[in-house]
Nanobody, 119 residues
Framework: QVQLVDSGGGFVQPGGSLRLSCAASGRTSRSYDLAWFRQAPGREREFVASMSRSRGTTYYASSVKGRFTISSDNAKNTVYLQMISLKPEDTAVYYC????????????WGQGTQVTVSS
């Protein structure tokens, strides 16, 4: 089992910044990678960014590339999502997810944190 706790969401004006955090606990961190997804009202949940901690590689949705940065603090088993130049279309509930490195499925999810971008 992996427990994920998301935090850091809030209300911000267009062009503003936020940093989301996801603290993981439970199973050994070497058995999973962490990613961020988001779900806007009336829309499907979509991939935002992920990181392979063992390879040090990152992946981004085209809609956020250049504006969002995923990073991790392995000592704290925490992954971050730094978001800059936020747009109203970034408004969504953001979820942290853990990908099991054997099954390659996102089996564990955080509770979500609301990000609202509006003037």
């Amino acid at each position: 089992q992996v427990q994920l706790v998301d935090s850091g969401g809030g209300f911000v004006q267009p062009g503003g910044s936020l940093r989301l955090s996801c603290a993981a606990s439970g199973r050994t961190s070497r058995s999973y990678d962490l990613a961020w997804f988001r779900q806007a009202p009336g829309r499907e949940r979509e991939f935002v960014a992920s990181m392979s901690r063992s390879r040090g590689t990152t992946y981004y949705a085209s809609s956020v590339k250049g504006r969002f940065t995923i990073s991790s603090d392995n000592a704290k088993n925490t992954v971050y999502l730094q978001m800059i130049s936020l747009k109203p279309e970034d408004t969504a509930v953001y979820y942290c997810a853990a990908e099991d490195l054997v099954s390659r499925r996102y089996d564990y999810w955080g509770q979500g944190t609301q990000v609202t971008v509006s003037s």
